[in-house]
């Protein structure tokens, strides 16, 4: 199983203040799941990290692998712009997660799922 874990999935994982997605991730950890984050979510959690937490997003980050953001994932983020963006809202960001979580055969671990109207994403539970 490969998962590629969402921004709001690696904050709470980096706080440690939600019980319930800490233990799903030390579960996860713990398996022989590939757990994968996108450029994307390391961009989003550096620009919104509190001097305190660097520490522990180097060891966050450390302990993942990057799922690059290639041709494939930019093209089919592309088409998600265009079909989604009015209807659903989505944004640049959301799409290139998708699209590489699609282009990796990765679930999407996210509590967002309101982002990601695509049909051929699946969600990790």
């Not at 799941?33 to 660097?54: C, D, M, T």
């Not at 302990?63 to 809202?89: I, M, N, Q, W």
Request: proline share 3%; glycine share 6%; charged share 30%.
């Amino acid at each position: 199983m490969t998962v590629l874990v969402d921004s709001d999935i690696l904050i709470e994982v980096s706080r440690g203040k939600d019980e319930s997605i800490v233990s799903k991730w030390l579960d996860l950890s713990r398996s022989d799941a590939l757990i994968l984050f996108s450029p994307v979510n390391q961009a989003e959690l550096w620009a919104g990290a509190r001097p305190a937490e660097s520490g522990r997003l180097e060891e966050l980050f450390g302990a993942l692998v990057c799922a690059p953001v290639d041709t494939e994932a930019g093209r089919r983020a592309g088409d998600y712009l265009r079909r989604f963006r009015k209807s659903h809202g989505v944004e640049l960001g959301d799409a290139l997660i998708a699209a590489t979580a699609v282009a990796n055969r990765a679930l999407l671990w996210t509590r967002n799922r309101k982002h990601y109207p695509m049909k051929e994403l699946s969600f990790f539970d």
